[in-house]
């Protein structure tokens, strides 16, 4: 019953709907020959690899934290993985301690900042 009701938390999606989810940062990595390959989706448990133009790149954190990002604010994603090791464990902590903090204040913005809600800056 307890393993019905985890996999029922985590509804599927396919490799293309988390592809047409990173939309922005894909743009990005066709500009760069960058790839990111969608090996896994099970139980919401998200596992990919940033190939290609990705390999070697030192920007590559930043994108991984980019995608870590889009795809944690859905739903039914409860983990995102990359086999590379492309996002380091500080960065995936920064994230979550942001995406913490924007779901327990509602959305202002402020005329000083301007800074809309969901960026990563």
Avoid: W
Avoid at 34 to 41: E, F, K, M
Avoid at 87 to 109: C, H, N, S, V
């Amino acid at each position: 019953m307890k393993e019905e009701m985890h996999t029922a938390l985590y509804m599927s999606i396919t490799a293309e709907e988390i592809l047409a989810e990173i939309g922005p940062v894909q743009e990005i990595l066709d500009e760069h020959d960058g790839v990111v390959n969608v090996l896994d989706t099970t139980d919401g448990n998200i596992m990919l690899s940033l190939d290609g133009g990705c390999n070697g790149c030192s920007s590559t954190p930043m994108t991984a934290m980019q995608i870590y990002y889009s795809l944690k604010k859905l739903d039914h994603i409860h983990d995102v993985i990359f086999v590379n090791g492309e996002l380091p464990e500080y960065m995936r902590t920064f994230i979550d301690q942001k995406m913490a903090k924007e779901a327990a204040e509602p959305f202002t913005e402020s005329e000083d900042t301007k800074q809309p809600r969901g960026e990563i800056v």
